[in-house]
T-cell receptor
C-alpha cells in the first residue's frame, strides 16, 4: 500500500535554531499534504495544508513565518520550524493525500518528535 | 468552521463490545475517518464513511448518519491491545476552496481484564 515517510523521527535542537522536517510520499504523487502538531495527551491540530506548486494554507493562529512549508514536488513537503523555542517542542505529523478529492486516500507519516532545549 | 465532539475517555472489559460516539458540525461534509493512536505513535487508519450506514471491517465497525452529524465506532471482542486513543476526524470544505481534515480530541479507551 501507499507509504508516507517522515524524517527525522526525533530531533533535538537548541533554542533559536531552525529545524527541517521532511515528508515524502514513497509510491504515489501527493497533490496535497497536511501538517499537524500534537502536544502530549491532546489531539492532532492542523497547522497548514500544502498544495504542490502553490502556497500553503495556514490555520488560524499558526505563524506562517515561523513554520515554513514548502511543497516543491509531488512527493516531498518540508516543514521548517524557524527560531525554535522550547514551547515548539511537540510531535509533528504529516499526512499526504493521493488526490484532490476526499476519500480514504489520506496516509500519515510516522511523526517527528521535536525537542527544543 | 468545524466542531467535533467525542468522549474524553472510556473503560471496557476484555472480550466486551464498546461504542465510541462522535458528533460533528461542518460545512461541506466530505467524509469521516476513525483512527487509532497509541501513545507516542502516529495515527493508524481504521475506517472511512462518506455515505450513511454501517461499514464493517473485522472487529471494527463504523456508522454514519449525515443528517444527524453523528458517527460511532464499534469495537467487538475487545483485546488489551485495543487500549489506545480513538480519533474521529471529519473532512469539510475550507473557505476559499479545498478540503480540510479536522480531528476530534480523541477518546482514550482503557481495556481491563
Amino acid at each position: 500500500g501507499a507509504v508516507v515517510s517522515q524524517h527525522p523521527s526525533r530531533v533535538i535542537c537548541k533554542s533559536g535554531t531552525s529545524v527541517k522536517i521532511e515528508c515524502r510520499s514513497l509510491d504515489f504523487q501527493a497533490t496535497t499534504m497536511f501538517w499537524y502538531r500534537q502536544f502530549p495527551k491532546q489531539s492532532l491540530m492542523l497547522m497548514a495544508t500544502s498544495n504542490e506548486g502553490s502556497k500553503a494554507t495556514y490555520e488560524q493562529g499558526v505563524e506562517k513565518d515561523k513554520f515554513l512549508i514548502n511543497h516543491a514536488s509531488l512527493t516531498l513537503s518540508t516543514l521548517t520550524v524557524t527560531s525554535a523555542h522550547p514551547e515548539d517542542s511537540s510531535f509533528y505529523i504529516c499526512s499526504a493525500s493521493q488526490g484532490r478529492s476526499s476519500g480514504n486516500t489520506i496516509y500519515f507519516g510516522e511523526g517527528s518528535w521535536l525537542t527544543v532545549v | 468552521g468545524q466542531n467535533i465532539d467525542q468522549p474524553t475517555e472510556m473503560t471496557a472489559t476484555e472480550g466486551a463490545i464498546v461504542q465510541i460516539n462522535c458528533t460533528y458540525q461542518t460545512s461541506g461534509f466530505n467524509g469521516l475517518f476513525w483512527y487509532q493512536q497509541h501513545a507516542g505513535e502516529a495515527p493508524t487508519f481504521l475506517s472511512y464513511n462518506v455515505l450513511d450506514g454501517l461499514e464493517e471491517k473485522g472487529r471494527f465497525s463504523s456508522f454514519l448518519s449525515r443528517s444527524k452529524g453523528y458517527s460511532y465506532l464499534l469495537l467487538k471482542e475487545l483485546q488489551m491491545k485495543d487500549s489506545a486513543s480513538y480519533l474521529c476526524a471529519v473532512i469539510g470544505r475550507r473557505k476559499g476552496g479545498g478540503n480540510k481534515l479536522t480531528f476530534g480530541t480523541g477518546t482514550q479507551l482503557k481495556v481491563e481484564l
